[in-house]
């Protein structure tokens, strides 16, 4: 089943604070987060593993809650290279190989 | 170049069409992963490989929808008799893991299908 992101959308000013949600029906083995810019590939930023291990390669924190099932990427005082859609995957654990389930992104413009 | 390869980039196909799209993955990358987006939303699962082998193809929305990686490398999208719901971008990803997905996928830009 498909994470759920919140907001859809926002918009900020350069330098402002915004926190990106996202939550699940099913327990979470790992949640990932991907950027996408309009027409090219998402880009990875960071997965969070169960057990509270954090990767990533930038510096953009995040939290994982497996309690409450939920992600939230945090982006602080955002710069216009931020710009974009935002992507949270949660990992499907199967016999077959893991594969990642998307939510509907989050659409994040920032202004000069 | 390093990254995963896609091609074409932009396809335009009459309805009833069948169309090809090409993934060249990273070199040594063991998984790789096929995916849709339709414009404004997230990247839906299509099919996964391991290797050559198609473990997983539950995400393929019809029979119309085939995908083959016969030597383990290239991997191939095939639709037949394309309608205008198949429009939508084709994603490519893969990875050098199998099983558990403790690092990132890496992402073709995609191949953007347009059925008229």
């Known amino acids: 089943q498909q994470p759920v992101q919140s907001p859809q959308a926002v918009i900020l000013r350069e330098g402002e604070d915004a926190v990106i949600n996202c939550s699940s029906s099913k327990a979470l083995y790992s949640v990932h987060w991907y950027r996408q810019k309009h027409g090219e590939a998402p880009v990875f930023l960071m997965i969070?593993?169960?057990?509270?291990e954090q990767k990533g390669h930038e510096k953009i924190s995040a939290s994982f809650n497996e309690k409450k099932q939920q992600s939230s990427l945090y982006l602080t005082a955002s710069q216009l290279s931020y710009s974009g859609t935002y992507f949270c995957g949660t990992e499907k654990v199967s016999n077959a190989g893991n594969m990642l389930t998307f939510g509907g992104g989050t659409r994040l413009m920032v202004k000069p | 170049g390093a990254g995963v390869s896609q091609s074409p980039r932009y396809k335009v196909a009459k309805r009833g069409q069948d169309v090809a799209l090409r993934c060249d993955p990273i070199?040594?990358?063991?998984?790789l992963f096929w995916y849709q987006q339709a414009l404004g939303q997230g990247p839906e699962f299509l099919t996964y490989f391991q290797n050559e082998a198609q473990l997983d193809k539950s995400g393929l929305p019809s029979d119309r929808f085939f995908a083959e990686r016969p030597e383990g490398s290239v991997s191939t999208l095939k639709i037949q008799r394309t309608q205008q719901e198949d429009s939508a971008v084709y994603l490519c990803?893969?990875?050098?893991?199998?099983?558990?997905?403790?690092?990132?996928?890496?992402f073709g830009e995609g191949s953007r299908l347009t059925v008229l």
């Open positions: 969070l593993l169960k057990g509270g």
């Open positions: 070199s040594g990358h063991v998984s």
């Open positions: 990803a893969s990875s050098p893991r199998q099983g558990e997905l403790t690092g990132e996928l890496f």
